[in-house]
């Protein structure tokens, strides 16, 4: 297992265009960025070409990671979940899409989810919790499932400018939390 | 209200926006918008970078999954098939990678403009012994050259035809053989003609696939015989 900083010096090799750098780092950071890409994208083939042009783009940009200030990780899965989120906005939005969306945000947590979930608590699962059931589920909807405004309004069933209201709010109120 | 006020109120606005692309909840027109702002605000741009290390701890929820061979695969051929700058080009061997050659034909394309120069230009190359011919190029940049082999003398003619040197380096031109190490054939320059000659037991290898490649190395070339690269510019080696 590579170390947050480990993954930073491929990172800086990886901009000097050393292949063998950018094998390694695909070999420890793929199956993050492409769970992350299926679970934007809930469709494999999209999310194996996704998973290909979001590796185009880091050998092309990891020369900007040094000046971003993030962590390796969270930079990485920044250029994957921007990549997919791109690719979710530019689909039609279909009312297939639109159930298949509410389908998958009441699947309830697998046990080793509700381990994971109730061993190691932090801040922002406190925080999560400060704010109305539906509020955080909207919130972790948009940022884990890529739900758009839209979706999120029909799952509620409340008018979008209603939506972007509550999530407003909510945002304001996890970040005045997160910086307790 | 105060001024005081209202740069509050922008100040929170800018940051609602910045939540909501890195919530990824924006259509792709405000996207896009956001982008912009981006990279010219740094003030934006310092916002998103906020946001996006707030709801870092949210990555842990989402499982890893293996990704199947050949996104690998595909990868490597988009990103390696041609004479891409490679920081270790005597390790990694990429070009005797099936992508690579499949690479190669780009450079076919090239090859039927040469043929075109040739016939044109020097009518009479067939009979003065030239019989191999190689187009250089790379999609990457824009060095190119042609080299022909004339088989009577030995001699490999390099023909500088576009790129900028690199200052205080030299360009080495490297004979490959299919699973064997890089030969270096010699130094090449920008002059029209230069003739690095290549040892004689190396012509019968030419009915093999043969692909030869420049690369950038120190003044005096290649340190010990063995090829530092990057690689500027390559091609197949044919025979007219």
Sequence with gaps: MLTADDISKLLAQVALRDRQAFDMLYEHTSAKLFGVLLRLLKDRPEAEDALQEVYTKIWHKADRYSSSGASAMTWLITIARNHAIDRLRARPATAESLEEAETVASKERSPEEEAIASSERRKIDNCFDRLEESKSAAVKGAYLEGYSYQELAKQNDVPINTMRTWLRRSLAKLKECLEE | MTDQDQNNFDERDDDTLAAEYVLGVLDLKDRREAERRLQSDQVFASLVRGWENRFADLNDDIDAVEPPEHVKQALGDTLFSSSENNADVSK?????????????????????????????????????????????????????????????????????????????????????????????????????????????????????????????EPKGGAPEGVATGPIVAAGQLKNI
């Design chain 2, 92 to 216: 990694s061997f990429f070009w005797q990678t099936m992508g690579f050659w499949r690479g190669i034909s780009v450079v076919a394309v090239l090859l039927a403009v040469l043929f075109g120069y040739l016939a044109f230009d020097k009518p009479d190359r067939k009979e003065d012994g030239v019989s191999y011919v190689a187009s250089l190029s790379s999609k990457d940049n824009d060095h190119s050259y042609v080299t022909l082999f004339n088989e009577q003398t030995g001699e490999f003619i390099v023909r500088h035809i576009s790129g900028t040197p690199p200052a205080d380096k030299d360009l080495e031109l490297w004979l490959i053989v299919q699973g064997e190490k890089p030969v270096s054939i010699g130094l090449v320059g920008y002059e029209d003609k230069n003739k690095p000659a290549i040892p004689r037991e190396f012509v019968q290898e030419f009915d093999k696939d043969i692909l030869l490649a420049i690369t950038v």
